[in-house]
């Protein structure tokens, strides 16, 4: 069974039709907000900075908060994607955890400065949100190989991965202009946003986790409505279950017969580590050393998100060029020389220690030193994030089996999970023991290149 059949298996013969495959690419449109707005660039540093009300704090409280969630998806991808391939079956198990990502998302309302009574709440949102959206991935990306063929299913998963960053773009615009309406030249009533939104009670950052569960509800019905899914087995439910479980069981004791996919989920394992930790702290990195609010996150968001949209989808066409890995390759050193950038920042210095006049107060947007070689390294981060997780989900399609394509992107999300923990772990430890958040970088530098390593050494099956 083993890594010579990979490639066959990677999709079938001829492609699913356009319709098919441009529902399916409509579910990483309808999920990227979540992440976007919610886990990156607006409701993370609304939590860290006004909800906890110290950005150190805040900090290591959203770590522990995002560790906890990675250790149990990690605990249970790899048996859930094996019980998907006994039962055949992926949608059903979609349809449950969108549902559980939306109510999660939904629950954010409810983080309000001054009243702690309703954190637990909050938490439990977040916690829900993380591990259904995880889920919901997982069985999406399953769903790949069997629409498109193995020469273009690079480009089809890069041109999901753009459609997501454009429903986050365009989530961003939304969060801007009903919180700041005075960018667009819209003046609501003294002390409110738009739709109403009380300004005081910080209603407009609230309303993001219920506004990214209702466009959820709407943007992913077409994949459930278009996009084919793979035929049941038939069998009863509790035999699907200790089908999946005994899958697992075996895939671990002969994992020795998988070595070369073992060694790109080691290096995924890290180097996505390394990748989320960037992407969920760079907003709240911004946040504590520059002061921005909702206003300046959000542009910043704005302006990745369009680096990104050309970067993912140019990166499907290298992919298919060139091969995933070194499509992969590329994208770590992007995001990794950004990473090295942000690092030389500080409030009152860049590169490492030449002196700039720190943010002056009621100034324009973006406009000390400090603020502008953060964007440039920005734009490097935002080159690499978008073709390293489209090259990788990839990647996965080319190595696996063609009948343990669930089970293998459920040790995907192990692999991606299993030590996701460590880092946001790491950076809540060291920032709370040292009092910095200049230390975030540097562990994820670290993880980026002790990943970058081990790919090298990961053969990729000729497509």
């Known amino acids: 069974m083993a890594e010579a059949t990979a490639s066959a298996g990677a999709a079938e013969a001829r492609p699913a039709s356009w319709r098919a495959r441009l529902s399916w690419a409509m579910f990483d449109w309808a999920n990227q907000p979540y992440f976007t707005v919610i886990t990156t660039f607006i409701f993370a540093p609304y939590f860290t900075s006004k909800v906890i009300g110290d950005p150190v704090q805040g900090q290591s409280l959203w770590g522990f908060t995002t560790a906890f969630s990675a250790v149990l998806v990690a605990l249970g991808a790899p048996f859930l994607g094996a019980i998907a391939d006994a039962g055949g079956r992926r949608k059903p198990w979609l349809l449950v955890f969108q549902i559980l990502l939306a109510f999660g998302c939904a629950l954010l309302w409810l983080a309000q400065p001054g009243q702690p009574q309703l954190l637990p709440l909050v938490l439990l949102g977040l916690i829900l949100a993380n591990i259904a959206a995880e889920y919901s991935i997982m069985f999406n990306n399953a769903l790949l190989p069997g629409l498109e063929t193995p020469r273009h299913i690079g480009r089809l998963s890069g041109i999901g991965w753009g459609m997501g960053y454009v429903g986050g773009l ?13 960018l667009v030249g819209i003046t609501p009533p003294p002390g409110e946003a738009l739709l109403g939104l ?3 009670a910080f209603e407009a950052e609230r309303i993001i986790g219920p506004a990214a569960a209702l466009w ?54 890290i180097y996505y580590d390394g990748l989320v930790a960037v992407i969920g702290f760079g907003g709240i990195y911004a946040a504590g050393i520059f002061g921005w609010g909702t206003t300046e996150l959000g542009l910043f968001g704005i302006a990745l998100n369009v680096i990104a949209i050309p970067a993912a989808i140019a990166g499907g066409w290298l992919d298919d060029r060139i091969g995933s890995k070194r499509a992969v390759q590329w994208a770590i050193a992007s ?53 390293m997780q489209a090259a990788s989900r990839t990647l996965v399609a080319r190595l696996s089996p063609p009948d343990m ?49 081990i790919l090298w050494r990961v053969k990729e099956p000729a497509h």
């Not at 365009?170 to 005075?182: G, R």
């Not at 439910?237 to 070369?260: L, M, P």
């Not at 992107?409 to 946001?424: D, K």
């Open 405 to 453: 394509v669930g089970e293998f992107y459920g040790l995907y999300s192990l692999s991606g999970r299993a030590t996701t923990f460590l880092a946001p772990l790491l950076i809540g430890i060291a920032t709370a023991v040292f009092s910095t958040q200049r230390i975030a970088a540097a562990i994820v530098l670290v993880f980026l290149a002790i990943g970058f390593a």
């Open 335 to 387: 995001v990794g020389l950004g990473t090295l950038g942000i690092l030389s920042i500080t409030a009152d210095s860049v590169l490492f220690g030449i002196a700039v006049a720190p943010r002056a107060p009621d100034v324009g947007l973006f406009s000390s030193t400090g603020e502008r070689v953060f964007f440039a390294c920005a734009v490097l981060l935002g080159l690499g994030m978008g073709p």
């Open 170 to 182: 365009i989530a961003l615009f939304a969060v801007l202009i009903v919180s700041q309406p005075e």
């Open 198 to 200: 009380r300004r005081d």
């Open 216 to 269: 959820l509800a709407v943007f992913v019905l077409p994949m459930f409505l278009f996009t084919p899914d793979r035929p049941g087995s038939g069998q009863p439910f509790t035999s699907v279950v200790k089908a999946g479980i005994r899958r697992v069981i075996a895939t671990i004791r002969h994992i020795r017969q998988y070595g070369n996919l073992l060694r790109f989920l080691i290096a995924y394992m």
